[in-house]
Every structure is written in C-alpha cells, then in structure tokens.
C-alpha cells in the first residue's frame, strides 16, 4: 500500500533554513503529483508548494523565492528545502501524492488544493521563533 514518511521538522530561530524530507513507497513516484501542505491548529490546510510528474513546480505566494520543492524519482523521495523562514511558517508540515493522470487540468492551473491529493503523510512539525 502507498504510505508517505516525512522528516527534517524541529525548531529553527528566523532567518533560518530546513529541508524537510518526504519518503514514499508502495507506488512508481514518477507518475505522481506531489505536493507539500501546512496547517495550524485550529487553521485550514494550506497547499505550500506543488511538483508534477514532469518537474513542473507550483508555490503559493507567501513561500514564493524562499521555499523550493524537488523531488529524487530515483529515491522516490520529495524534499522541501526552506530558507529565509519566518514565525508564520510555523506549521505541521504534510506531504501529500496522487497519481498524474486522475488530475483534470496541469497542476499549475488548478493551484495545490487538498482535495486533489489521496494520499498524505503524518505530518513533521516546524517551529520558526
């Protein structure tokens, strides 16, 4: 079965950067849309930043030219590397995949909802102060 882990979440002073680390097994990760989300208790899910199957990368503005999504198809790993972080980042941390081909429009036109994506990891907390 598919099952996501991330990794690389603790507490980081601002300014500072972390590189969060979501391993996925149980499915080709090439095929897949991935995408990492956050969310504060008592706050909505938000989609942080998107990569389709051919590496074609989506952010949402307020991580835009701070946070950069990559992934390893050869691992079957995705990372989100942070700098520049900032006390609003404080968030749990999710990843999130599904396949490319059950997504109606390119990922770039959509934007990176919730709803698009099955299968979602555990979640890893970031703490910026």
């Known amino acids: 079965h598919v099952q996501l882990v991330e990794s690389g979440g603790r507490s980081v002073p601002a300014g500072g950067s972390l590189r969060l680390s979501c391993v996925a097994s149980g499915y080709t990760h090439m095929n897949y849309c991935l995408a990492w989300f956050r969310q504060v208790t008592g706050k909505e899910r938000e989609g942080v930043a998107a990569?389709?199957?051919?590496?074609?990368?989506s952010y949402e503005d307020s991580v835009e030219g701070r946070f950069t999504i990559s992934k390893d198809d050869a691992k079957n790993t995705m990372y989100l590397q942070m700098d520049n972080l900032k006390p609003e980042d404080t968030a749990m941390y999710y990843c999130a995949a599904e396949p490319s081909a059950r997504f109606p429009a390119p990922l770039e036109v959509l934007g990176i909802m919730d709803d698009l994506f099955g299968f979602w990891g555990q979640g890893t907390q970031v703490t910026v102060s």
């Open positions: 990569i389709d199957s051919n590496g074609i990368t």
